[in-house]
């Protein structure tokens, strides 16, 4: 296809133009008979919960430019994309969408809702990947929820049920009552909310005992009191019973050392259950259950006095009871943190329920090891995990109570309860649809299906897994690429899920990237509505690769502030990029590359060359350390300082006038010139795939043959010549000098000047060599040289 150089780039129509090319030439398909160590990455699925976001782009824009980069180093690049396409996502995109509620529609009904929806948006995520320029291979595309991932899941749960790492079991569990599921210890958000201390007083022996609790509607559900065993106060009520104020109920007066001597009143009222510390005391202290909050959120109406109410309806009236009673003493406002449910919001109760768990809590020193195995980028990103791990305090629950994700393969027994499990032949499988056939040990013939299905992260944690079975055996992968507030969930789970099934870690290296902020600490998400603009309109106004070099801006790990105001810098460079490039590229049509002898390069040449190659390495090494914004400014330094306003402005004239400037002068300009716009376009070829593809085919492709400048491997210098690096800063430092003189005079920067003076410390001889070249550079009579300055 002939390629041409207008005066302007055109974005739209070039853009569209190089993802059509590669599309047909399928120039990023995987073959893992290609040579080159094989670099696969581990790319986080997104969950199909409504349209991307610009903090969409930027994260996984980042991760796109590793892949292009390692590419360019000669290595085989597995780079797969997968959906995270099941689970409470979707369903709730669903229900929003749609203004239903799924409890509301037949099962079936609602789970082809989400898979009409899931469908619909996956292809709006492939047309907006392809469209930033994805160099991905989506032949290796899986969904979550398609029968071979629902296969692979299913497996890997049947074999942490025969290692004894997945069991189930009655216990009281996280539930969301607006989700109406359980969830696991790392779904929960923590949010400060207003609400009061209630001082209320229990009676022992006649005698008034102050209680100070936030949760007065769990008053029914009270099974204890505790103190604090040191608390010299209340060390003689140990023992005795307490009158529940309103429900006149008797609780014994229990010690446990967790009671905090200075907070509230040295008493604590146990409730089922108020918080996890309740959970803790109801197992250590063997205490009795006394139901208050259903799966609904309304309390049981065997409570008397609020029983059918919701919470904070039951709360309302409660206080007022108390009131009406003179029991309540005191009230205090206060704001305080409480656990709510990522996904809604809603505050997280605990309520008794039998559920799935896989074993966590009895390997978390195996979990620490295992994250000092990895690679982590930015190494402070450990502790996040290290913090995480040693504070947990649940197993980790892999069954949700709601419809659209993979069924658990399990069956229990009518008569016993015994599960039981699919074979491995019936995989994937509904025990919904399909019926058990075999005889439960006890002789009965007839089981119950779970209607229960996994938690999400029950199936992207083992994406390594379904990597290496719908596509490539290799176990670690190089690299996992997310945003910082998944470290506890996918980092974790998908660590715990490697060492179970494979003993090995899942990958060698974590690159953490940070979230794109709308405003001074708020997150840029769907749930927030705070997106200046949807990135398909971004990408149509302003460019696929503009984009891409905003978003290699920032430090790893590192929150940034997204404006469309911000967008015009990109777009500069790029014009600035086309402009150099074609400035170049029209003194390059007459180089002779065929020749075998190489020119004599002037000093100058040299320098542009050797800093070319200084910048190849510097960035180099801030990519293989996961530093995009790094590595880009590396880049941008050269291109703009060196080339474009030094090297550019020296050269020039020798490529205009080889006649006065002399013809083998003009030739080491040019293989100079060639050298670094190639290098330079190699670099940018990352972070700006279309428009450095475009330039390349446009000229260099005659040269270098290749089909495609990322077919193209990065220059391996592996040092540079200090010297004429110093003798270039010493060229700027002179021509910055004559600029400045020049500015303050309200000089042209082409005025002639009468004399240009030449400051070197012990380049002379280089100097000279370039007098030429630094003298219609500055327009100047003379060029004078002082040495040993």
Known sequence: MALSMEKHYDHRRIEKQM???????????????????????????????????????????????????????????????????????????????????AKDLPRSQFIEKCRQATQKYETEFVDFWKSLGFSVDWTTQYETISPAVRKISQELFLELVKMGKAYIKESPVLWCTECQTSIAQAELDTNDIDSTFNYIPFYVDGEPLLVATTR??????????????????????????????LYQFEVPVLADEKVSLDKGTGVVMCATFGDNTDVEWFFEHDLPYRKVIQPNGCIADEAPLIGGLKVNAARKKIIRLLEDANLLLKSERITHAVATHERCGKEVEIIPSRQWYIDILTE?????????????????????????????????????????????????????????????????????????GGTCDCGCKEFIPENAVFDTWATSSVTPQINERLGLALTPMSMRTHAHEIIR??????????????????????????????????????????????????????????????????RLGTDTFFSVDELPIAKRFITKLWNASKF???????MDRNRSDEPT?????????????????????????????????????????DFCDNYVEIVKARLYDPEIHGFDERRSGQ????????????????????ITDYLYRVFFIEHEKAASIHLLKWERPKETAPDIIKFGEEIKSNIADMRKLKSENN????????????????????????????QTCANAKEVVILSGL
């Open 19 to 101: 993802q059509e090319l590669w599309e047909r030439e399928q120039l990023y398909k995987f073959n893992r008979e290609s040579p080159g160590e094989i670099y696969s990455i581990d790319t986080p699925p997104p969950t199909v919960s409504g349209s991307l976001h610009i903090g969409h782009l930027f994260s996984y824009t980042q991760a796109e430019m590793i892949a292009r980069f390692h590419r360019m180093q000669g290595r085989n690049v597995f780079y797969p994309f997968g959906f995270d396409d099941n689970g409470l996502p979707t369903e709730r995109l669903v229900e929003r969408e749609e203004n239903i509620y």
């Open 216 to 245: 007065p509607e769990l008053l029914y559900g009270c099974v204890c009191l505790f103190v604090n065993p040191a608390d010299e106060r209340r060390s003689a009520l140990i023992g005795k019973s307490a009158l529940v104020p």
């Open 364 to 436: 978390k020193e195996r979990f620490l090891e295992a994250g000092n195995q990895i690679n982590w980028y930015p190494a402070q990103m450990k502790n996040r995990y290290r913090i995480w791990v040693e504070n947990l305090k649940w197993d980790w629950c892999i069954s949700r109570q709601r419809y659209f994700g993979v069924p658990f393969p399990v069956w229990y027994c009518k008569d016993c309860g015994r599960p039981v499990f699919a074979k491995p032949e019936q995989l994937p499988v509904n025990p919904l649809e399909t019926e058990y």
């Open 489 to 554: 969930t996918w980092t974790f789970y998908t660590i715990v899920r490697s060492l179970y099934h494979t003993g090995n870690i899942p990958w060698k290296d974590l690159m953490i990237t940070g979230f794109v902020l709308a405003k001074k600490g708020e997150k840029i998400s769907k749930s927030k509505s705070n997106a200046e603009m949807e990135p398909t309109a971004l990408i149509a106004e302003h460019s696929a690769d503009a984009l891409r070099y905003w978003s290699a801006n920032a």
């Open 584 to 590: 170049a590229i029209s003194h390059l049509r007459d």
């Open 601 to 641: 390069l002037l000093p100058v040449d040299r320098w542009i060359i050797e800093r070319t190659n200084e910048t190849v390495i510097r960035a180099a090494a801030a990519l293989n350390e996961y530093e995009i914004g790094a590595a880009r400014h590396e880049i941008d330094d050269l291109f703009w300082k």
């Open 671 to 690: 293989y100079a010139l060639y050298y670094t716009l190639l290098n330079i376009l190699k670099m940018y070829a990352v972070f700006v795939p279309h």
């Open 747 to 774: 000089l042209s920067m082409r005025a002639e000047m009468e004399r240009l003076e030449i400051r070197t410390t012990s380049f002379a001889e280089w100097f000279k060599l370039s007098a030429m070249d630094l």
